[in-house]
């Protein structure tokens, strides 16, 4: 879980009509990169095997579930060396291990056995900054370091001067590609570092500082990150906007981080519905550098009994379920402002590599007062646009194993689209733009089966 401050709930509204300004190009300023995740839980922990035989799960860390989240492959410095990063909407920066880390010295597996290590020394393009790089996350993980710059290459597109924060003493196991807003935006502060999405604009390849991300629904082991731009092939009905809640505890109020009220989490069927314990409205967090999603105690402990979980022995936060649970048609229904997703339930139905009857559940409990993460386990069901500029979410239901691609092209500025909306409002649009998109510039996330219950 890579967010950073926790704080209490605040209502939002349907922002302005015509904040997202979406437009067809023929060569648009987009920056498209694929998204990769394992479909099961592997237990990392040197001593793990030898547990194995005393009961399933005895093993499991938080650690563990550090390998379900989404990553990216970077190539830093000249000559590149390659690593893979979580990407991570709930963090600002790029983070990542160098080969003299702490935890890089240890025997394998290790971070960089695992995910890849920075030697600064082999760059001819690195540039020291100072050593007061410090991060904490929400999750109680902290790492300390330098803070530098160096070229960074994802795909084709290759940004000079990148700030990076090098860990030298770390308790995290993966680097972190953070797309979060900057620093100085989340701590009110002057340090001068641009991240990702701001360099990505000020260097030219985007137009405004928003993304959209497609995780291709249940089951799916892969996604698309579409910097700049929006795919409206991959989403059902309304692509509905939601401002962001300012952070009560920082002095003045301002956002921090891509947080909206979720309204109420339900389950539906032909007969009956069934609304789970919570007072609502929540603030929650879309944080895709989470696996689990975590909500309040007491109504994650009302959806576990609905559908079956049990409390998880070695940390009562965690839940276990029967693995055949993923053949269900039932859905988590998560309601937002102007938006209802429903979540198949399988989708929360996560595999462990020592079990193949019993697998760990996708919900887990937050601390009481929060924050609540919207993590992937539900971020995978909705297509989101992560609007820096203009302190929205825009959100939609997501299509599962979308067969085709039709990017627009976000434009800069807070005016745009009347009611940003379904599909023939952005369809129309499209036909209006006299030039067509080349689709040799852009990478597109290939066709996956939809299992048995999505």
């Known amino acids: 879980m890579r967010t950073s401050t926790s704080i209490a709930c605040a209502l939002a509204t349907l922002g302005s009509a015509n904040a997202l300004r979406l437009e067809k190009r023929e060569n648009p300023a987009v920056v498209a990169f694929p998204l990769e995740k394992v479909d099961k839980i592997t237990s990392i922990s040197p001593s793990s095997n030898s547990k194995r035989e005393t009961g399933p799960f005895e093993d499991l860390t938080t650690k563990d579930l550090q390998h379900l989240v989404y990553m990216i492959g ?29 935890s890089c010295v240890q025997p394998a597996p290790n971070p960089c056995s695992l995910y890849g290590g920075y030697d600064a020394n082999k760059s001819s393009t690195y540039h020291y900054e ?8 929400a999750d109680g993980e902290n790492t300390v370091g330098d803070d530098a710059t160096d070229n960074v290459t994802i795909g084709s597109t290759t940004l000079t001067g990148l700030h990076l924060g090098l860990q030298y003493q770390t308790e995290v196991i993966n680097n972190v590609l953070g797309a979060s807003f900057t620093e100085d935006e989340m701590a009110n502060s002057d340090t001068g570092h641009t991240n990702l999405p701001q360099l990505l604009r000020d260097q030219g390849h985007i137009a405004s500082r928003a993304y959209s991300v497609y995780a291709d629904g249940d089951r799916s082991n892969q996604g698309t990150v579409l910097f700049g731009g929006v795919d409206i092939d991959k989403f059902h009905g309304d692509l509905v906007k939601i401002d962001l809640v300012s952070n009560p505890a920082t002095h003045p109020a301002r956002v921090t981080n891509f947080a909206i009220p979720l309204l109420s989490v339900s389950h539906s069927d032909d007969n009956s519905t069934i609304n789970f314990e919570k007072s609502f409205p929540t603030r929650v967090v879309f944080d895709s550098g ?4 975590f909500l309040d105690p007491d109504q ?14 070695g940390n009562l936060d965690f839940a276990t379920i029967p693995c055949s649970a993923a053949d269900t048609d039932k859905t988590l229904d998560f309601e937002f402002a102007g938006v209802t997703i429903k979540v198949p339930l399988s989708q929360y139905v996560v595999w ?35 609007d820096l500029d203009n302190k929205q979410l825009h959100l939609a239901q997501a299509v599962n194993n979308a067969p085709t691609s039709n990017i627009l092209q976000i434009m800069a500025g807070p005016d745009g689209v009347s009611a940003v909306g379904g599909l023939g409002t952005l369809e129309m649009l499209a036909a209006t733009q006299a030039s067509t998109l080349s689709t040799s510039t852009l990478s597109r996330t290939p066709a996956l089966s939809v299992p048995t219950g999505a």
């Open 352 to 386: 462990h590599d020592s079990h193949d009857e019993i697998c760990v559940f996708g919900i887990a409990k937050g601390q009481p007062q929060g924050p609540f993460i919207i993590g992937d386990t539900t971020l995978s069901s909705i297509y989101v646009v992560y």
């Open 300 to 313: 994650v402990q009302s959806i576990w009994t609905y559908v079956g979980a049990t409390a998880h022995f």
């Open 290 to 293: 989470s696996s689990l999603t």
């Open 130 to 137: 100072d050593s007061k790089f410090v991060i904490e996350y």
């Open 74 to 102: 970077l190539e830093i410095g000249t000559p590149p060396q390659f690593i893979s990063a979580v990407f991570d909407t709930g963090s600002p920066s790029l983070v990542i291990h160098t080969t003299t880390d702490t």
